[in-house]
């Protein structure tokens, strides 16, 4: 059956599968028309996305682009479609497909998109799948396929008979598509909001699963790349025989990342590495530090920036308020640090180019390659593995290309590795930023007037080009889409140009104007004298989505009720990926002064609760990035180059400081939001609300310093 002739609602082709099974296509639209009129037609151009396979065992496989980060993305879409199709969730597998430009649609693992892109069409692809098995069954039997239903990977007639997805792919590969597959009501749903075993799990808990670094192919080489540790900077000479010397080094060359060395194992790689003694032409930016860009922020700051939204007339508003604020608050860059340290493995060949690579973005990775390559898009095979993390700095093809750059000096396959040390100094780190904010008060008490300037890097001007930021600043984001009901708003972006290379963080900009938005909101309630949760709330209709996170997480922790001796609380919410949480954190200072956060109470409305574990869990892994970020993170610059080597002085959260997490899911069903991004942005600031509720001190500079809170 061709793909000609379809049309916009169509979603689903069978492809084929020899007489051995049923293999299905999903068809999209494309998302960019040429024509933004074009309401859909005959001619209208369709990419297929996702394939769903049932084998002649029974066993159903989901075979995905997207990629399984340890979110449980996986687990996720595979429950979408065993929904619809009643399969035996013991039989069905997912498939992680290798890079296509067009075949999968996009591939790209991030914005919390991967469950809520595919709501429908996952669900649509395995009702059509039940379908056509219910009616090879029918056909089989000479029977009505009215008196027959799928269950639990069975097609079951009324009178007893029933026959195995597995005997009747075959069968089921020939029957026409069905138009408008029927979906369940969700009062029948047995696995979406009720969940289901990872699919991950085993494998993970056994030791069999591959991630990037534990790739091995037949002759591969390992190598390691000494890369300037200033921005911007070049090798000068290095000592290329110090280097050979070294037991198992086979080869010594430049990339245009750095200078390579290539051995028989990761130690000999590394110690040859050391032994390069490279010199730096460090470039114009070897002063770079901390002071400097602050200072370069504050002098942005004093100009008006790229206006984003502006409701009303802050300026007359703001000048004939009764009471004014104003106040300064800042954020440090700061780094992915995944588990698992950068790497990627290439073979380049005559024929072309193959790579195994864990990353977020396999199509931008696969282009990259076809570029550094030399050869078409087509000659690139891109395999990607399991990922020790992610957060998005995976999404950048950078560490994809420079294996590809090492690969062309090498006969077979070569694995590039990088140390915690390359990850912190060589990442593409989240934004540091400056903000100002001003509000203004009416006579009574009310908020009248709010602005909200930013002073950032853009990721998209930094990585598409200065029309990018022209068409949308990205850095807006979270602070755009403030969403209080005052009548006169005003949210400005300042850009700042810099030479520290910065990529998208789990939230990415909301995790910042998240922070500076529900801080200082919580200043103009202090300053109107009313209770922080009663100030959000006025100034939220009735039914909104984020008041009833708000009034959800604030009930279930006893907001005005007591606290126990030497605790407070604080709270702040945020909406974000089509999803809207709030947090109540509960607070304390330790006798020497630290900050101990004992319970964050997290309330969060994604609509449709596809996997509630999933959700918790979700929930558990942005509380603790979030606090590590509060508590810890910070990338700091030192005559041009980052300071942080490691763990040590870039530190992540531990078990022990990790506080007790109560997650309310409320399902109202409305179009399924994400989940891997929305907790994070609220922890920030109920943390910082919480603490200013203890000391009397305000927070408006993360990391949280105990010494912030006193004097």
């Known amino acids: 059956m061709s793909g000609a002739g379809l049309t916009r609602r169509s979603f689903l082709q069978v492809v084929g599968a020899g007489g051995a099974g049923l293999l299905m296509a999903i068809y999209l639209p494309h998302r960019l028309l040429a024509d933004p009129s074009d309401t859909g037609g005959e001619n209208t151009a369709f990419t297929p996305s996702v394939f769903l396979r049932i084998d002649p065992d029974g066993t159903v496989t989901v075979v995905t682009g997207r990629c399984e980060l340890g979110q449980g993305a996986h687990t996720a879409m595979a429950m979408l479609i065993a929904e619809e199709l009643e399969a035996d969730w013991s039989r069905v597998r997912v498939e992680q497909a290798p890079a296509h430009p067009t075949l999968y649609g996009s591939m790209t693992t991030g914005g919390s998109s991967s469950v809520r892109g595919g709501w429908n069409r996952l669900r649509q692809a395995g009702a059509a799948a039940r379908e056509m098995l219910i009616a090879a069954a029918a056909a089989t039997w000479g029977l009505p396929a009215s008196e027959c239903r799928a269950e639990q990977g069975w097609v079951i007639h009324t009178g007893g008979r029933r026959l195995g997805y597995g005997d009747l792919a075959a069968a089921a590969a020939k029957q026409p598509l069905p138009s408008d597959p029927p979906l369940k009501a969700a009062r029948d749903f047995r696995l979406i909001g009720h969940g289901a075993p990872r699919l991950d799990m085993e494998a993970k808990a056994n030791g069999s699963a591959k991630f990037g670094l534990d790739v091995r192919r037949p002759g591969q080489l390992t190598a390691a790349v000494?890369?300037?540790?200033?921005?911007?900077?070049?090798?000068?000479?290095?000592?290329?025989?110090?280097a050979r010397a070294v037991p198992g080094v086979r080869a010594v060359f430049s990339v245009?990342?750095?200078?390579?060395?290539?051995a028989d194992s990761t130690w000999a790689a590394l110690q040859g590495r050391e032994a390069l003694a490279v010199v730096w032409d460090e470039g114009a930016e070897a002063a770079l530090d901390g002071a400097e860009i602050a200072r370069r922020f504050a002098a942005l700051a004093e100009q008006e920036g790229k206006t984003a939204r502006d409701d009303g007339d802050f300026a007359t508003a703001f000048a004939g308020a009764a009471r004014r604020l104003e106040a300064v608050y800042e954020q440090p860059y700061l780094a992915h640090a995944a588990l698992e340290p950068g790497n990627c493995t290439a073979h380049v060949t005559r024929d072309g180019v193959e790579i195994w690579a864990p990353?977020?973005?396999?199509?931008?990775?696969?282009?990259?390659?076809?570029?550094?390559?030399?050869?078409?898009?087509?000659?690139?095979?891109?395999?990607t593995t399991w990922s020790g993390g992610a957060f998005g700095r995976r999404l950048m093809p950078d560490f994809v290309v420079e294996a590809v750059e090492v690969a062309k000096h090498v006969t077979g396959p070569v694995q590039v590795v990088w140390t915690?040390?390359?990850?912190?100094?060589?990442?593409?780190?989240?934004?540091?930023?400056?903000?100002?904010?001003?509000?203004?008060?009416?006579?009574?008490?009310?908020?009248?007037?709010?602005?909200h300037r930013i002073v950032s890097q853009s990721i998209g001007a930094q990585h598409f080009g200065q029309g990018a930021y022209d068409d949308e600043p990205?850095?807006?984001?979270?602070?755009?889409?403030?969403?209080?009901?005052?009548?006169?708003?005003?949210?400005?972006h300042v850009l700042a140009t810099l030479p520290v290379p910065i990529g998208w963080w789990r939230s990415v900009y909301n995790t910042q104007n998240a922070f500076v938005n529900e801080c200082f909101l919580d200043e103009c309630a202090a300053a109107a004298g009313v209770d922080p949760l009663a100030w959000r709330l006025g100034l939220l209709p009735a039914g909104d989505r984020l008041r009833g996170v708000l009034e959800r997480a604030a009930s279930a922790a006893g907001w005005g009720g007591p606290v126990p001796a030497g605790r407070?609380?604080?709270?702040?919410?945020?909406?974000?990926?089509?999803?809207?949480?709030?947090?109540?954190?509960?607070?304390?200072?330790?006798?020497?002064?630290?900050?101990?956060?004992?319970?964050?109470?997290?309330?969060?409305?994604?609509?449709?609760?596809?996997?509630?574990?999933?959700?918790?869990?979700?929930v558990d892994g942005s509380v603790a990035l979030a606090l590590s970020a509060v508590l810890f993170g910070e990338i700091t610059l030192e005559k041009g180059r980052v300071r942080q080597r490691n763990y040590d002085d870039y530190p992540v959260l531990t078990n022990d400081r990790m506080p007790e997490i109560d997650v309310h899911i409320i399902a109202n069903g409305d179009p399924v939001g994400g989940i891997g991004e929305p907790p994070l942005p609220p922890v920030a600031p109920a943390v910082a609300n919480a603490l200013f509720a203890l000391t009397g001190r305000r927070v408006r500079r993360l990391p949280i310093r105990p010494a912030d809170l006193r004097g």
């Open 474 to 492: 990205d850095a807006v984001d979270g602070a755009k889409q403030w969403p209080y009901q005052v009548p006169n708003v005003r949210v400005e």
């Open 226 to 242: 000494a890369r300037c540790p200033v921005f911007g900077g070049k090798a000068k000479s290095w000592n290329e025989a110090a």
């Open 256 to 262: 245009p990342s750095g200078v390579a060395v290539v």
């Open 568 to 618: 407070a609380r604080g709270l702040a919410a945020h909406a974000c990926f089509g999803s809207f949480v709030a947090h109540v954190a509960e607070v304390s200072l330790s006798g020497s002064g630290g900050i101990v956060v004992h319970r964050l109470t997290c309330a969060v409305d994604c609509g449709v609760a596809v996997d509630p574990g999933g959700i918790r869990a979700q």
């Open 420 to 451: 915690r040390a390359d990850d912190l100094a060589h990442d593409f780190h989240r934004p540091a930023s400056h903000h100002r904010l001003a509000a203004g008060l009416d006579g009574d008490g009310r908020l009248i007037a709010w602005r």
């Open 359 to 383: 990353t977020q973005g396999p199509q931008w990775a696969q282009s990259a390659a076809a570029e550094a390559a030399g050869v078409p898009i087509e000659k690139v095979l891109l395999h």
